[in-house]
């Protein structure tokens, strides 16, 4: 059985971030896939202190093979 990790919701904007980029796709391009604007995704990745916590989890969730449950965020295989 795999391992679960567990984050803190401030690490979740790096994680989204480093996620999009694995999957090789811009900001733009996360953008226009998410419906969101490219400072929506900037501000996702960039300030964790904003409150963009969905957009962060729709991220992650789109561009790895991983689902977000909370509110303690642990991410485990799909």
Do not use: W
């Not at 733009?28 to 501000?43: C, K, N």
């Amino acid at each position: 059985m795999a391992k679960d990790n567990y984050f803190a919701e401030k690490d979740l904007a790096e994680l989204a971030e480093r996620f999009r980029k694995k999957a090789g796709k811009t900001r733009a391009q996360a953008a226009r896939e998410m419906d969101v604007s490219q400072t929506s995704i900037f501000h996702a990745e960039e300030s964790p202190e904003q409150g963009l916590l969905k957009l962060r989890i729709r991220m992650i969730e789109r561009y790895s093979h991983l689902t977000v449950t909370g509110p303690i965020f642990c991410l485990k295989p799909k």
